[in-house]
């Protein structure tokens, strides 16, 4: 990966994390600035945010919103994060979203965390749970933490999760 940023190139989605790894107070605050700081069109910033400790309240209402294949390892992340963002134009909000997103999960990397991000979920189940305002459209939940072993993942995880990462050739993602 030539000239590619080290907290770009070493960055993936890992779903073996460490049931024992805590998040510190200053991590999480660190993460939620970082996607604060996040370029936003006109500056609207219109992403929100849940933010769940392992077994807090809010972790476990977004355990539970995720599907049961997935919470058999999320449950081992040391928080997850509800994004979501404003409604006016939805596909602007949504972008800057993604924008936040990737500069929390950039931010993640820095400080020797993990995030992998989800957007199958009960979405209308989460709102309610969470006593949503109108107009907030969750959109992501993300798991964090420190990476854990893989071999303790059920078969069918531990083989997706120690294949060789690949992406498609640049080539392939220019449309001209």
């Known amino acids: 990966m030539l000239d590619l940023t080290p907290l770009l190139a070493f960055r993936w989605s890992p779903r ?3 049931p024992t790894a805590e998040l510190s107070g200053d991590e999480a605050t660190s993460l939620l600035e970082a996607a604060r700081w996040a ?9 929100r945010f849940a933010f769940g400790h392992r077994q807090d309240d809010t972790w476990k209402r977004l355990l539970v919103s995720l599907p049961d294949g997935d919470q058999r390892w999320a449950r081992h992340a040391a928080a997850l994060l509800l994004g979501a963002h404003t409604g006016g134009q939805p596909e602007r909000a949504a972008y800057d979203l993604g924008q936040a997103v990737a500069h929390l999960t950039v931010q993640a990397t820095a400080l020797g965390l993990h995030a992998h991000q989800l957007t199958r979920f009960d979405r209308a189940r989460l709102a309610t749970e969470l006593d949503l305002p109108v107009g907030i459209r969750p959109t992501v939940v993300v798991a964090i933490g420190r990476l854990g072993d893989p071999f303790a993942l059920p078969e069918d995880l531990r083989d997706r999760e120690t294949e060789l990462r690949r992406r498609r050739p640049l080539a392939d993602l220019l449309l001209a």
Request: no cysteine; hydrophobic share 40%; proline share 17%.
């Open 16 to 18: 073996a994390f460490d």
């Open 39 to 47: 370029p936003s069109a006109g500056n609207a910033q219109p992403w």
